[in-house]
C-alpha cells in the first residue's frame, strides 16, 4: 500500500468551515510534509491486506480515500458533518475511485452492527471533549467486526503544535482543538484497550512529538 493522494488539478471548493484550507495543506512543501505525514503513519498501523468494507469517519475533502481504497473489495466508505458530500465523490470519481460518501454524526451512524472490516478516524476525534471522546469510540467499535481494526490519529497537545497550528496552518489551536492527546487516549481506553501506539517523531517523548496514531482490535461480538 502507497499513499496516494487526487490531483490538486481535481480539486474544487468544498466551501466548508476550514475544509478547503486544510486540504490546500497538503499540497504545500512544508505543510504538507506534515499533513502527510499523518496519513503515512496511519497506513503503518494498517494491515495491508485486502477486506470487504473500510470507512472513512471524518473523510474531509477525501485525501485519505484513493490510498485506502488499495485494500478495500468494495467502494470506500465515508461518514463526514460535511454536507454535500456529492462534491467530494465527484473529485474522486475523476481519479477513478468509487466510494459511498454520506453526511452524518458519528455519534449515530447508519450503518449495521460489525459491517466494516476496518476504520480511519484521522483528525476528528481532537475536535470532540468529554465523554464525546469515548462514545465516539464506542459507536466506532459498534460498526466494526470482531478481529477488525481502527486507527484513530489527532495531533499532540503541547506548546510546539499549537505554534504550528497558529502560524502555519492558521487556526487558533483551543477554538477547533478542545482535546489533546492525554484526553483522547483516555477517552478511548475508557471503552478499549489500545493495540498499538505511535508518534511522530518517534525518537521524541509522546508529550513532545507532533502526532500519534493508535490502532485497535475489536475483540468482542
Known amino acids: ?35 502527510r505525514k499523518r496519513l503515512t503513519q496511519a497506513m503503518a498501523l494498517i494491515p495491508n491486506v485486502k477486506v470487504d468494507r473500510i ?48 453526511e452524518g454524526s458519528v455519534f449515530k451512524m ?7 472490516d476496518g476504520l480511519v478516524c484521522i483528525s476528528v476525534m481532537e475536535h470532540f471533549e468529554g465523554d464525546e471522546l469515548w462514545k465516539a469510540t464506542q459507536e466506532m467499535l459498534r460498526v466494526l467486526k470482531p478481529g477488525g481494526w481502527l486507527v484513530i490519529g489527532s495531533p499532540v497537545k503541547n506548546p510546539m503544535t499549537d505554534f504550528i497550528i497558529d502560524h502555519f496552518l492558521g487556526f487558533k489551536p483551543d477554538d477547533i482543538h478542545p482535546s489533546g492527546h492525554k484526553q483522547i487516549i483516555a477517552g478511548i481506553e475508557k471503552i478499549t484497550p489500545i493495540d498499538k501506539l505511535t508518534h511522530f517523531f518517534w525518537w521524541m517523548p509522546l508529550d513532545w512529538s507532533l502526532y500519534f496514531c493508535a490502532r485497535i482490535i475489536k475483540t468482542n461480538k
Do not use: C, W
Open 110 to 116: 447508519p450503518y449495521k452492527d460489525n459491517y466494516f
Open 55 to 102: 470507512l472513512d469517519v471524518g473523510y474531509g475533502g477525501g485525501q485519505f480515500i484513493p490510498t485506502l481504497a488499495q485494500i478495500s473489495k468494495e467502494p470506500i466508505y465515508g461518514i463526514d458533518t460535511l454536507p454535500q458530500p456529492e462534491r467530494v465523490a465527484k473529485i474522486l470519481k475523476q481519479e477513478g475511485y468509487a466510494t459511498d460518501l454520506i
Open 1 to 35: 500500500m502507497k499513499l496516494i493522494l487526487p490531483r490538486k488539478e481535481h480539486l474544487t471548493a468544498l466551501k466548508y468551515e476550514y475544509i478547503d484550507s486544510t486540504i490546500d495543506q497538503y499540497y504545500r512543501p512544508v505543510q504538507g510534509h506534515l499533513m
